[in-house]
């Protein structure tokens, strides 16, 4: 496997986090780039589940190094914990596969606190964020107030710089009518945070360039999807980070020449959690999803809304990421239907769309243009190479694969690692 970057090609939870653990086993490293503990990726392995919000899914294997750019933000108590969890459960973790750069931002309490108010300030027209604190860390990070690693391992540097930022955000939550946080308890859970996470900590764009150098083979982690994306995705209903795949380059400092391949991540449906546009969402099929105990978020455990596979949507992520490589997951999930449809352009008013517009309240009044296919009414999940899969199903894959303008090459009809088809 060369350097590939591997990004959500829908509004995240494409299965991300299984298909990476499955690519780990051919990469060196797995590096995050983007995105904070919104993230949610789950990885099954021998019967056991594993939720990852910021460390890299390719932590699961063994002798393969994972690495937190420096793009991400990143909740030191979190990822702290999310450590602990992991030891707890026998996954080896230590600076041996384990690095943290440290020009990554921190989310603090107040940022989380700022995401809840304005959130509930915004009522009806929330974006049903994840309340992790992600907008306004990255918000800190652009207004050039944020704090980073690098000042949260330094004790004296980082009392400082946290009490300017109480005191100011203190003023911004009495504004909204909010408890003002304690610095005392603030400076002592973080301090807490940075004697555990001080070991992890270093120049992570030093270290990649230098794994380049040696011919390592990296994979990058995609958190959240393209219609997320601060720039391409939904805008105001989206992440906070670039989740497109040139977010790879600036969050992790590999240039992009250094790159040799996207894979786009989708489901063989589309799912979108939290608020925003979403043409074509089905109420039936998220009914039948949600009874098969299907589509819950892995961070905030909402039901996800669902609806069918939107190909004007991943043409466009085709575009954005240069997706030469596409994984289709979850195919599974449409085993039991007798009709599936897929929509291959929007109407507007009385124009067709083959892309679909910029503008959310736009989007919000496209009409799918549907084509139908015959299911395959015939369980999957016990395919293990291409020629298993009913021959419905895999015209279906080579269908949404076209229109979206890739070239078909893994399909997943399970959670687990072995219910994967390269094809
Ligand atoms: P991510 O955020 O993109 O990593 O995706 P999530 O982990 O949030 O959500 C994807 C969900 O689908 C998880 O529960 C996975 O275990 C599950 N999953 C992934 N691929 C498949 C598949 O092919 N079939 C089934 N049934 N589940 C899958
Ligand atoms: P993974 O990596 C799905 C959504 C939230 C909300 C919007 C903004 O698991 O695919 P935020 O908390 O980031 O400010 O919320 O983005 N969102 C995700 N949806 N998967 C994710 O990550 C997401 N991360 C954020 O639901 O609509
Ligand atoms: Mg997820």
Aim: net charge positive.
């Amino acid at each position: 496997m060369s350097n590939t970057i591997l990004v959500g090609a829908q509004w995240g939870d494409e299965g991300k986090g299984k298909i990476i653990d499955f690519l780990t086993e051919r990469a060196d490293l797995v590096v995050r780039s983007q995105g904070g503990n919104n993230a949610g990726h789950t990885v099954l392995v021998g019967g056991k589940k594993y939720v990852l919000h910021l460390i890299p899914s390719g932590i699961l294997r063994a002798g393969k190094m994972c690495v937190i750019g420096n793009g991400v933000v990143i909740d030191p108590i979190a990822v702290a914990k999310e450590i602990d969890g992991l030891l707890a459960e026998k996954v080896k973790v230590s600076p041996k596969n384990l690095m943290i750069s440290d020009c990554a931002h921190l989310v603090f309490p107040y940022h989380r606190a700022i995401d809840e108010q304005r959130e509930l300030a915004k009522g009806k027209g929330k974006i049903g964020t994840t309340k992790r604190g992600i907008g306004p860390a990255y918000g800190d990070k652009a207004a050039r107030v944020g704090v980073r690693i690098g000042d949260l391992i330094e004790p004296e540097v980082f009392a400082a710089k946290l009490k300017v930022r109480i005191k100011e955000n203190n003023a911004v939550l009495k504004a909204f009518g909010a408890k003002p946080l304690n610095y005392a308890k603030v400076l002592a859970e973080y301090q807490a945070a940075a004697r555990k996470l001080a070991p992890f900590v270093a120049n992570t764009v030093v270290y990649l360039h230098e794994a380049l150098k040696s011919g390592k083979k990296i994979l990058f982690e995609g958190a959240q999807g393209t219609f997320l994306d601060i720039d391409h995705g939904t805008y105001p209903y989206v992440t906070s980070s670039n989740t497109t795949a040139g977010g790879a380059c600036t969050g992790s400092g590999v240039p992009p020449h250094r790159m040799d391949s996207v894979l786009g991540v989708m489901k063989a449906y589309t799912t979108r959690v939290g608020e925003g546009p979403f043409p074509t969402e089905n109420e039936q099929i998220s009914d039948m999803l949600h009874g098969l105990g299907r589509e819950f978020g892995a961070t905030t455990g909402r039901a996800r809304r669902c609806g069918w596979f939107d190909a004007v949507a991943t043409r466009f992520a085709g575009m954005v990421n240069g997706i030469d490589e596409i994984a289709v997951t979850n195919l599974d999930g449409l085993d039991t239907l007798p009709k599936i449809k897929v929509c291959v352009a929007y109407k507007l008013g009385k124009k067709r769309l083959e892309v679909p517009p910029s503008d959310s309240a736009l989007l919000a009044q496209c009409v799918p243009i549907y084509e139908d296919h015959d299911g395959w009414v015939t369980p999957t999940e016990k395919c293990k190479k291409w020629s298993d899969l009913p021959a419905k199903a895999r015209a279906y894959l080579k269908r949404i694969a076209e229109l979206s303008g890739g070239k078909l090459t893994i399909a997943s009809v399970g959670p687990n690692r072995d219910q994967t088809i390269l094809v």
